[in-house]
């Protein structure tokens, strides 16, 4: 590794634990409940937040095309407000395919831009749901490492809820929360089938635990974890179809003052969605909290 | 490549600099969800970060819904303080609602009980 890159790598890492010690939250709040960013799971909310990076690996299935190979992604994702309830995202991802015996291949994947608008929020209920519309666009990517020269547009529903309305006897179960969405992506091409798209969440917010429930005395950093169980879903629902995919990411969140840590497992739901286990792990920043009076806010209304 | 390296040391400085977040509990006295024996005297929250006191507010219900105590300042804007009467044995409901220094607003509720004294 270069000195340059040495430094930067210690500087860096010097201010995100100097960050970490202190905690707090961000955003993502319905009432009392914290929702945090997700890692396959596109997130119930729009808010200023960035994921700087999302690194990934895992072992793929042979396709028509390829032989079985490992997958490696690192992908920067940042979103904005524009109104409270109106957001837009904007996503690169770096691959690196690695076909069985044979060389491995890196590029770009294509440019992914979305829109989402919260139509709802209930803070006595913890619920959150949103709308939204993700464009991956087409040929904008490396045709090496398998991105499409076709573009797929995903609309899609989001949801969050928590359990805090549960009643008195049930608040052992107050802690938990569930998010998900469910979308069709269509792509351009007429070749390629429509997929159905769907993830889900299940949570278990120990700050939620210790200061709404009962305070069992978890101190840092076990204070601010949130375990967590992602599923995600593809089922091809034309054109051929295909078989439902997917995978079952069991893993754990960190939520700090203004960052979040994130580390999953991937694991394959069946041999036609890979084999082994690979793993998610995701840095994200809270810019609302960073940088609340410029970045970090709404560019029209508060 | 240089920006980029720029922009991630950025955010993490950011991230490491001066409280900018919202304020959540930390803990308090009497404890989330605790059992005490006998009426406290007055109710502590400390939060994660420093409050706007003037716009952060917190109150004890029992079980019919009256407000009980009447909240007294603070030296520390990390703690709200609220001076209780004698309560009786039974359930109480906390409800803060408060806003950090910088702006951001939050809110949570939870609950405590009484039990009667020990002898």
């Known amino acids: ?302 | 490549m240089k920006e980029i390296r720029l922009f991630l040391l950025a955010l993490g400085l950011a991230a490491a600099g001066p409280t900018f977040a919202h304020a959540y509990l930390d803990h308090a006295s009497p404890a989330v969800g605790a059992s005490v024996q006998g009426s406290p005297k007055e109710l502590q929250l400390w939060f994660s970060e420093a409050l706007d006191t003037t716009q952060s507010t917190v109150e004890v219900f029992d079980q019919s819904g009256k407000g009980m105590g009447r909240q007294q300042t603070s030296n520390d804007p990390t703690v709200l303080i609220i001076a209780l009467p004698t309560l009786s044995p039974g359930r109480y409901r906390v409800v803060w609602r408060v806003r950090s220094a910088d702006g951001h607003r939050s809110k949570g509720r939870f609950r405590f009980s009484v039990l009667p004294q020990s002898k």
């Open chain 1, 1 to 302: 590794m270069a000195t340059s890159n040495k430094i930067f790598l210690g500087l860096y890492t010097a201010a995100l634990c100097a960050a970490a010690p202190v905690s707090a939250l961000g955003h993502g709040f319905a009432g009392q409940r914290f929702f945090p960013a997700t890692l396959a799971t596109d997130d119930p909310f729009v808010a200023d937040e960035s994921s700087l990076p999302t690194v990934s690996s895992r072992r793929v299935p042979a396709s028509d095309e390829e032989p079985a190979g490992r997958e490696s992604t690192a992908s920067v994702e940042i979103a904005k407000r524009i109104t409270p309830r109106f957001g837009l995202g904007l996503g690169v991802t770096g691959l690196q395919t690695k076909p069985d015996g044979e060389s491995a291949q890196r590029g770009f994947d294509n440019i992914a831009v979305s829109a989402k608008y919260q139509f709802h929020e209930s803070d006595e209920r913890e619920a959150i749901a949103s709308v939204g519309l993700d464009w991956d666009v087409g040929g904008t990517g490396a045709k090496r490492v398998g991105a499409e020269s076709f573009s797929t547009v995903t609309p899609a529903l989001f949801f969050g809820k928590g359990l805090g309305d549960l009643p008195e006897n049930l608040s052992g179960l107050r802690p938990f929360a569930v998010t998900g969405s469910i979308g069709v992506a269509m792509p351009s091409s007429s070749a390629a089938p429509n997929v159905l798209a769907t993830g889900f969440t299940l949570q278990y917010s120990i700050p939620y635990l210790q200061s709404a429930v009962k305070d069992v005395g978890l101190r840092a950093p076990f204070n601010r974890m949130i375990p967590i169980i992602e599923i995600t879903m593809e089922k091809p629902i034309d054109r051929g179809g295909g078989p439902t995919t997917g995978t079952v990411n069991p893993g754990v969140l960190w939520a700090g003052r203004s960052m979040q840590l994130g580390l999953e497992a991937i694991v394959p739901m069946n041999s036609r969605s890979g084999s082994g286990v690979g793993f998610i792990a995701q840095l994200h920043f809270y810019l609302d909290d960073l940088f609340p009076q410029s970045l970090g806010r709404p560019i029209y209304g508060q």
